[in-house]
């Protein structure tokens, strides 16, 4: 073991292509995050609405048709691990030659090996994203403590994007660990002191909060969701309270440039919610690995 972690500390190049492959296979893990915990989740609601039910009508069992399994959703077992994955079209197992990160999908020519429906290229692209940002993580900042904490990062981030975007939800159950991991990461000063990530922490969520409460308001509509509350809280932690001002501009910015542009291209309706999440998630990485130089560029050429 000591001999595998000199190696791989005095061989940079070698430590980037090792975590290249292993992104790879947390990229294929993590398509099957982005499609079963939204679902996992509308389960848990389903089964916690009927508890509320049964409690607030002092009910033993609640008629058949409220009882009944929904249509839509998949019965239990249904978690990250069970049941075994398969093609939703003719419901083929997937082998586990079948899914190897990118090859199977070129070897498969992007179709099931039974019924020969298409696959989405979608499952491949992510796992490449995946394997090429944790490859630049480990080239950063090399065989150290920090490349560890910035992949859980990283990859907590590529899930909450994709989740988000899908379906307009911010799991509790990532980004709540992801803050709670900032902070600790920073007791000891990793990425900024720990004064500053519980600050970061508590300025990101209320900063958020006000703006929703102020739009509402005035409105009397709701213009985020509060997963974008802790997902903010959650970026803060990690990069203490300084990094708001710059993540909260660069998410705005992409966020108004592509909304803008759905509705002029597209014709998107504007009365369509648009998930902030992808876009809090992608300026927060960008301004974890470039927030410094981007102040330092606008501080020099700006002011």
Same mark, same amino acid.
């Given at each position: 073991m000591q001999n595998l972690t000199?190696?791989?500390?005095?061989?940079?190049? =070698? #430590?980037?292509? %090792?975590?290249?492959?292993?992104?790879? *296979?947390?990229?294929? =893990? #993590?398509?099957? %995050?982005?499609?079963?915990?939204?679902? *996992?989740?509308?389960?848990?609601?389903?089964?916690?609405?009927?508890?509320?039910?049964k409690e607030l009508l002092h009910l033993e069992k609640l008629p058949a048709e409220i009882e009944a399994h929904p249509k839509d959703l998949p019965k239990p077992p249904f978690n990250l691990v069970k049941p075994d994955?398969?093609?939703?079209?003719?419901?083929?197992a997937i082998r586990w030659h079948e899914n190897i990160p990118l090859l199977s999908y070129a070897l498969l020519k992007g179709?099931?090996?039974?019924?020969?429906?298409?696959?989405?290229?979608?499952?491949?692209?992510?796992?490449?994203?995946?394997?090429?940002?944790?490859?630049?993580?480990?080239?950063?900042?090399g065989f150290s403590w920090e490349t560890a904490a910035a992949l859980v990062f990283t990859w907590c981030l590529i899930c909450l994007t994709m989740i988000d975007?899908?379906?307009?939800?911010?799991?509790?159950?990532?980004?709540?660990?992801?803050?709670?991991?900032?902070?600790?990461v920073n007791m000891n000063g990793m990425f900024v002191s720990l004064q500053e990530a519980v600050i970061g922490a508590m300025v990101g969520y209320l900063?958020?909060?006000?703006?929703?409460?102020?739009?509402?308001?005035?409105?009397?509509?709701?213009?985020?969701?509060?997963?974008?509350?802790?997902?903010?809280?959650?970026l803060c932690a990690w990069m203490g309270w300084q990094a708001l001002p710059l993540i909260v501009l660069l998410s705005s910015l992409v966020g108004s440039v592509v909304g803008i542009s759905l509705i002029i291209i597209k014709g998107r309706d504007r009365n369509i919610p648009i998930p902030f999440g992808p876009y809090l998630a992608a300026a927060?990485?960008?301004?974890f690995f470039w927030?410094?130089?981007i102040v330092r560029y606008y501080q020099h050429n700006f002011t």
């Open positions: 000199t190696y791989l500390s005095s061989n940079p190049d =070698f #430590f980037v292509g %090792v975590v290249f492959l292993f992104g790879l *296979m947390f990229g294929s =893990f #993590f398509n099957v %995050v982005i499609y079963r915990m939204p679902v *996992m989740m509308k389960l848990e609601w389903l089964n916690n609405a009927r508890d509320f039910l994955s398969t093609c939703p079209t003719c419901g083929h179709k099931c090996s039974q019924c020969k429906t298409r696959i989405s290229p979608r499952y491949p692209i992510i796992e490449f994203i995946t394997a090429a940002l944790s490859a630049f993580v480990a080239w950063h900042f975007f899908d379906h307009k939800l911010l799991p509790d159950q990532i980004t709540l660990p992801l803050m709670w991991l900032g902070i600790v900063s958020l909060w006000s703006i929703y409460w102020l739009f509402k308001l005035l409105t009397g509509k709701e213009g985020m969701g509060y997963g974008d509350f802790k997902l903010l809280a959650a927060g990485w960008i301004a927030g410094d130089a």
